[in-house]
């Protein structure tokens, strides 16, 4: 049976940074998402989970961290095996905006043109390569806004990610499997969509054996989640991966938010498919989304403790 088409586009992407307050000013105030959850890592509570994206928390517009700095854990490098850059998006007339705003918060920016669209290149405080991709073609909705940032400019969500391997072929030949079809090919670049093909449904794959294998740490994308419709399109995905092509996947974990499976793509990125549903507002209204430490009913009976061993951080 094939599972072409049940992978819908990207649903978030995670990584690990640095710390709470710098992550939370720059993701918020910086590019003006909203955070619209926060909780700890589910599988280690001593360290936050922070959700930012549009104003509901639509899939593919959702953003994650794990500020990870006071924890003993390293600065890591961005390199093959990994998502090398995020890019958001937002529209095309934005873009003379988006410059100005980052230099006024100090954020260096480059820009760069793939695929015909304009891109501004830079990084987070801890090191992560984000950038932002002018794109029309981007009918998302929910928008976000800020006093310092409206409508006309509001980040939409994610746009592509950037996937970065020693060699094309494997990965490639993975992802037309997976459900993604290549667009179009730029250099040593490919880009490659799910579901509708807009922005939010998009990967771009570079294939650059002259550079080092990453290496995973502060400023770096753990990993990239897709989105199905529902867990049963999830599990007809991994039982087809782990049956015609040897992935090995994890069982199903219940994220509260969504039900995710994980597992290696050829070429060593960290993939999660991830549900739609249930969504965040299950746990809170659209008016107090992300205003309150929330837990899995699992971890509330150890919610002193776990409060007391959080880094504070202010809104
Ligand atoms: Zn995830």
Redesign the pocket.
């Known amino acids: 049976m094939s599972i072409q088409g049940k992978i819908r586009g990207l649903h ?1 992407v ?1 990584a690990t940074v640095r710390e709470a307050q710098e992550d939370y000013d720059f993701y918020t105030k910086t590019l003006g998402l909203r955070m619209v959850k926060e909780t700890v890592n589910f599988d280690d509570e001593n360290v936050y989970h922070f959700y930012y994206a549009d104003k509901v928390g639509t899939p593919s517009t959702v953003m ?1 961290t794990f500020p990870y700095a006071r924890v003993g854990v390293r600065q890591g490098t961005i390199g093959t095996g990994q998502v090398a850059t995020t890019a958001f998006s937002a529209p095309a007339a934005s873009m003379d905006f988006w410059r100005k705003h980052l230099k006024d918060h100090t954020v260096d920016a480059s820009e760069a043109e793939a695929f015909g669209m304009q891109v501004l290149l830079f990084r987070d405080p801890s090191g992560l390569q984000l950038a932002i991709v002018g794109d029309d073609n981007d009918d998302r909705d929910q928008l976000w806004t800020t006093d310092a940032i409206g409508a006309d400019q509001a980040i939409r969500g994610i746009h592509h990610a950037h996937l970065l391997v020693a060699e094309a072929a494997p990965t490639l030949q993975f992802l037309h499997e997976f459900g993604y079809e290549t667009v179009k090919e730029e250099g040593n670049r490919t880009l490659l969509k799910a579901g509708a093909g807009k922005a939010g449904d998009l990967l771009v794959l570079e294939a650059d054996p002259s550079r080092e294998r990453g290496r995973n740490g502060l400023g770096t994308v753990h ?1 990239v ?1 897709h989105r199905t419709a529902n867990i049963e399109d999830s599990l007809a995905i991994r039982a087809h991966l782990m049956d015609k092509y040897g992935i090995l996947a994890t069982d199903v974990k219940d ?1 509260k938010y969504f039900r ?1 499976i994980y597992f290696r793509i050829p070429g060593g990125i960290l993939f ?1 498919i ?1 549900t739609e549903g249930p969504g965040f507002l299950i746990d809170e209204d659209e008016a107090e989304l992300g205003t309150n430490l929330r837990l899995p009913d699992w971890q509330e009976p150890r919610r002193e403790v776990i409060e007391q061993n959080l880094v504070p951080y202010e809104r």
């Open positions: 978030h995670t994650t990993h989640a994220r995710s999660e991830a």
